[in-house]
């Protein structure tokens, strides 16, 4: 399956997953007050976190060695499964203890009984994304979407109803907890067996899996550091409001992520194979699929930050906007942060993405410890937005020196002119309400139509971007040094 059409079916499967999890979220919103809110989701942000390892350890690395050892998947799922058994046990055990600690560290001692109750999905979501990753390892990017779907709908269901029924954040931990479960039965049921042979390469497979590990707790990081300094320095219902902010402004990063997620094994295989052409290819395809994704939705966030919030949440949470439209365009730098340290990864450079990026965060820290005592959330969201936009410029630099291969020039000149066309009407007709998404839909398709006309896109790429058509015959020319 090529890049567009698994990128494609996770991105119809992660629409699902935002879709299902943003219903949820708006029902929490408006159940609770903002205070009981603001404490279940910086409970979830600090279980979310410690769950990088389980997600992004060994399941990354089975994703990339599997491509390159379709002969001894067996074998090497099997000691994967080994690994991130050990994993899954330590970290449990870990965040159950130092429970108390971290609700200190956050000045709210409540946090430590729940987040003793949330650490209990950690046993079940580590080896959910283990068979997740194992679909994504031998290409089977619709299995990976259906168990992404399986995970959202049930968390979703079991979380209402739980929280209907005990009137408590405990009822959403524990409806989270069983989403973990059902998504953990269903991978079980989708997971073929290969014949069984040997793989003896474990000390590769660990030499990539811990900078990979530490690479995303260190990436994941900056989706939840900032919310931690605000609610240091600030109070609970700031960061509740904060968090809505945050929420919305990462469904660009969610919603697209399929798109690392295919890039990852197709361009480890190109690497097994020593087809260095076809790698550059497809990085400059991936740099534009992406920029052509996330404009628009950054664009209309920007533009109509406040409506949506007043059109979703409650009128508390509309105070927000500012910070709002300032997250979203530090959601497409960490993007395509991700997207580049993708590339790095899969050419197995772990240790380069990981230290660009804990530079990144590095920054972060210190523009937090600065501006959030000064300027309260707001100097949160710009500490983002510096943060994320150095990294993800030092990485574009490093990128195309290396591979001599980014976008080119003309598309990208094309698709902002698409996107950027949307502003101007934004701001003209300024929509509220129960027209705002029908405006969101017209903004679109007018995007869509302008890609269209100016030839940067064809009827074919659309349809097999969104699973419908076979390979486009677009052609992706080799990349120069006057390529951008």
Known sequence: MNLNKGTGYLILGWALVLGSGYVYILWLTHYWEPETYGLYTLTMSVL????????????????????????RSSGLFRYAAGLQTVVVSGLFLLTFFTAPLIAAALRDYRLAF?????????????????????????????????????????KTGFGIALVALTHSIVGALIGNIAGSIT????????????????????????????PASAYFWILNLFFFLDLWFVKYYCDLETAACYSIAQMISKIPFFLFSGLSSVLLPILSFHFSSAA???????????????????????????????PILELLFRPEYSSAAPIFALLTWSIVFLSFLSLFTTVLNAFHKPGLSLGWTAGALILSIALNR??????????????????TGFGAGALSIILFDR??????????????????????????????????????????????????????????????????????????????????
């Open 403 to 484: 591979f001599q291969s980014l976008m080119p020039v003309f598309s990208f000149l094309r698709i902002s002119l698409a996107g950027l066309a949307l502003m101007p009407l934004a701001g003209f007709l300024k929509p509220r309400g129960v027209m705002l998404p029908v405006f969101v839909l017209f903004a679109f398709i007018l995007y869509g139509a302008l890609l269209l006309v100016l030839k940067e896109m064809n009827w074919p790429e659309i349809r097999e971007i969104c699973g419908l058509g076979a390979a486009s015959k677009r052609k992706f020319p080799e990349q120069t040094r006057s390529g951008t």
């Open 370 to 387: 600065i501006w959030v005592p000064q300027f309260g959330a707001r100097g949160a969201a710009y500490a983002m937005l510096v943060s």
């Open 48 to 71: 979310y976190w410690i769950e990088i390892a389980v997600v992004n350890g060994v399941p990354y690395a089975l994703q990339k060695f599997l491509p390159q050892e379709s002969g």
């Open 276 to 306: 260095l052409q076809d790698a550059r290819r497809t990085i400059s395809q991936a740099v534009r699929l992406l920029w052509l994704l996330t404009l628009p939705v950054a664009v209309l966030f920007t533009m109509l930050n406040r």
């Open 114 to 154: 729940y987040l003793r109750i949330a650490s209990i999905d950690i046993l079940f979501f580590g080896f959910y994304h283990l068979l997740m990753a194992y679909q994504n390892g031998r290409r089977h990017f619709g299995r990976q979407a259906v168990l992404l779907v399986v995970y959202a709908v049930s």
């Open 183 to 210: 998504a953990f039965i269903a991978g079980l049921c989708l997971f073929s067996r290969m014949p069984a042979a040997p793989w003896e390469q474990s000390r590769t497979f660990i030499r990539f899996m811990f």
